[in-house]
């Protein structure tokens, strides 16, 4: 029998070999403040990206293109409930999850309950989201981030190592146990694998798939939170860029689209592999346009590869 390979330890290694390879086309690439840098903005692409996770591991073509509409309606929420006030985090951080729980659980329904395909569902949802973010805001977005949720996301708390850092390792641990010591977990996995026999199984699937379409909205309009904290201002297409990054890093991790199959450590690993690439495509010094060329074709060849993660299984 052949032995395993983890796609997890394989993105770990792509991401290990690009640090490195950074570092012998550009000088102090390899340095300590770089490659915290590099590690925070590969954190709010896998906070993004938990939710993506979720929601591909649960099959039946489960994609959801909605989750940066929703980081940008999060942050945006956050952004004029806050107006600068440390005293208002908390009323921003509980209003931009309960968008979140709306939205995702309209999105769950569309899929579960009136069997509208993922795909069509959430990017119908996407344009709705966009569509009452315009309608509210007229345009014009007045509030600001709270210096204390600025301070948590962007500066060094201990030993140098950025808060938020520290809130992605704590929020892993949320995510591992989620995945792999709840009911909801396995559920999950059951429904991915084999729905019809998940469902003789006695697992409600109908309410397995709004939990966690509801989960994965939530968890963007979290990741809109955050950037908040990190951007400490919102513009109305905040969240677009990491749509189709989110869905990239989940499926390097090597969770299979087909669903059944993942883990966000994986996800972790691929957040960070795809952050890598565009840091190493910027040191380069690239034209934006030949840089979003470049960075499209490594997707597709590296997106191929993994495609075979089923074969590396056997």
Known sequence: MKRRISP????????IALFFLGGLIQPGFTSFELA?????????????????????????????????AMVTLGAIISYGLISKRDDRIWIGFLASLGAGVIIGTLNGIGVAYLRIPPLVMTLGMATVIQGLIFAVTQGSLEGGSAPLLSKITTEPLLFGIPGILYIWAAFSGLMWLLLQRTRYGKNLFAIGTNRV????????????????????????????????????????????????????????????LSGGVGSYWGTMAGSIVLTLITSLLTT??????????????????????????RALRQ
Do not use: W
């Not at 896998?46 to 591991?57: D, M, N, P, R, S």
């Open 36 to 68: 915290m840098n590099i590690l925070r903005l590969a954190a709010f692409l896998g906070i993004v990206a938990a939710g993506q996770t979720l929601v591909i591991i649960s099959g039946g073509e489960g994609i959801d293109l909605s989750v940066g």
């Open 197 to 256: 026999t998940a469902r003789l199984s006695g697992v409600n699937v109908k309410a397995t798939v709004v939990t966690t379409y509801m989960l994965c909205s939530t968890l963007a309009s979290f990741g809109g939170f955050i950037f908040l904290g990190y951007y400490e201002r919102v513009f109305l297409n905040l969240g677009n860029p990491y749509t189709l990054p989110s869905i990239a890093a989940v499926v390097m991790g090597g969770t299979v």
């Open 284 to 309: 380069l010094r690239m034209e934006e346009h030949l840089r979003q060329i470049v960075y499209g074709l490594i997707l597709l060849v590296l997106l191929a590869a993994y495609g075979r993660q």
């Open 8 to 15: 997890t330890l394989i993105a770990l290694a792509l991401a």
